[in-house]
Structures are given as structure tokens and as C-alpha cells.
């Protein structure tokens, strides 16, 4: 089955303490970011890659770090959560051409206390 | 820049109501157009999609047209269900850098 897996579903941490959302998709796409998703303000692009080694910021990527090193896989990484990242993160992917589908996480709801 | 306005929710209307929400864009080229929806807890999820001008996207009863000459793409429903109530968002890609660019969403609430 095609899929964009996230883990882990949801999270508390605590302030200042290292955390990895994982993302991992089975289509082969070139293509994945990831959003952030708040109340009023709709999805904002954090991260995205056009391929392996290829990364990219968005609107929001500061606090946040990305890595493409599989084609599959594209962890987003907090160094120093604080309490201003909390919030509702998904993982997209797609092919990159136009009119292609982006295909989502079920999103990973972090709390930052 | 390329841009996509949706118009504000919550919208709440009464089970076998006719729904439009409306979404215009700002694009330098000739964007693909799109409709997603999030249900209660989930991630989002494609709804349908227009291509070129003047085509029509059609999926689970609503509908949208690509609108070149007024840079729209409103979504239709003839009768809502109680089961469409979720976060509808318009999207455009643009080739020229394969970025989706998003509409603030719209929370549409049906109720019985």
C-alpha cells in the first residue's frame, strides 16, 4: 500500500531536549517537505528536498533541521525544541511534475512544555 | 508572489444543503489546481484536482472548475452530508519550482 509513515504519532518533551520526527515513504517519490499546522494559520512549510541530498527551507525552518541522505526517508529534527514549535506536523511527498498528488502523513502532534 | 485566498470558516450548514467554498489564486504561469481534505485527526488527503483551464475535477459528489478568466476553482456540493464536515484546502503547483501553495483551509461543519 502506498504510504507516507510518520512516527511517532504524538509527543511531550520538554524544552530543550534533542527530538526526531520520522518520515518514510514507498512510492519512490522525488519529492517531500515538511508542514507545520496551526490553529488560524493553516499548513507552512518547514523543510522540503527535490531528491537525496538536496534541501530546501520553506516559510518556517527556523529551529528545525532536515536530512535526505535515502531517497525514502526525511527525518525532521528539533536540536532545541521550544515551547513555540508545538504544534501539528505532517511529512508530504510526490513525484515533481505538475499536477502530481502529494500524498501526507496522518501528522505527528508535538507539546513542548 | 503565487498565492491562494479561500474564503474563512467555520462553515456550518444543515445536512442536504448545497455547499460552495470559494478559492481564488494569484499565479504567474498556469498552475495545477487542487482540493484537499482533512478529516478529524487525520492527515490530508486529495479531494480532486484540474490541470489545465476549463477542466473540471470531480470526486465523492463535489466538483470544481479550473477558471482561468476569474482565477478560480470554487468547490460545489449539490446535498452535504453530515460525513463531509472535515478542513477543506485549496492548492496550486507550480512547475516552474514544484511548490504546492496553500490556502488557509476552510472548516466546514454539517449538521444533522
Known amino acids: 500500500e502506498a504510504q507516507v509513515t510518520q512516527n511517532p504519532r504524538y509527543l511531550i518533551t520538554v524544552t530543550g531536549k534533542k527530538l526526531t520526527v520520522t518520515c518514510s515513504q514507498n512510492m519512490n517519490h522525488e519529492y517531500m517537505s ?3 499546522q496551526d490553529p488560524g494559520l493553516g499548513l507552512r512549510q518547514i523543510y522540503y528536498s527535490m531528491n537525496v541530498e538536496v534541501t530546501d ?3 518556517v525552518p527556523e529551529g528545525y533541521k532536515v536530512s ?4 525514502r526517508n526525511f527525518p525532521l529534527i528539533l536540536e ?9 506536523y505532517f511529512c508530504a511527498s510526490s513525484f515533481r511534475r505538475q499536477g502530481t498528488e502529494a500524498f501526507f502523513g496522518q501528522g505527528t502532534r508535538l507539546t513542548v512544555v | ?9 467555520p462553515v456550518t450548514l ?15 504561469g498556469y498552475p495545477s489546481l487542487f482540493w484537499y481534505v482533512q478529516y478529524p485527526g487525520e492527515g490530508l488527503q486529495l479531494l480532486l484536482k484540474a490541470t489545465k483551464a476549463d477542466d473540471k ?3 465523492k459528489g463535489f466538483e470544481a472548475t479550473y477558471r482561468k ?10 446535498s452535504v452530508q453530515v460525513s463531509d464536515s472535515a478542513v477543506y484546502f485549496c492548492a496550486l503547483y507550480m512547475d516552474s519550482n514544484y511548490q504546492l501553495i496553500w490556502g488557509a483551509g476552510t472548516k466546514l461543519i454539517i449538521k444533522p
Not at chain 1, 535526505?68 to 531517497?71: A, S, V, Y
Open chain 2, 1 to 9: 508572489g503565487d498565492s491562494v485566498t479561500q474564503m474563512e470558516g
Open chain 1, 34 to 36: 515538511w508542514y507545520r
Open chain 2, 57 to 59: 475535477g470531480s470526486n
Open chain 1, 57 to 59: 527551507k520553506g516559510d
Open chain 2, 69 to 78: 478568466e476569474t482565477t478560480s476553482f470554487h468547490l460545489e456540493k449539490g
Open chain 1, 80 to 88: 532545541s525544541p521550544s515551547p513555540n514549535q508545538t504544534s501539528l
Open chain 1, 68 to 71: 535526505r541522505k535515502e531517497k
Open chain 2, 14 to 28: 444543515s445536512e442536504e444543503a448545497f455547499l460552495t467554498i470559494n478559492c481564488t489564486y494569484t499565479a504567474t
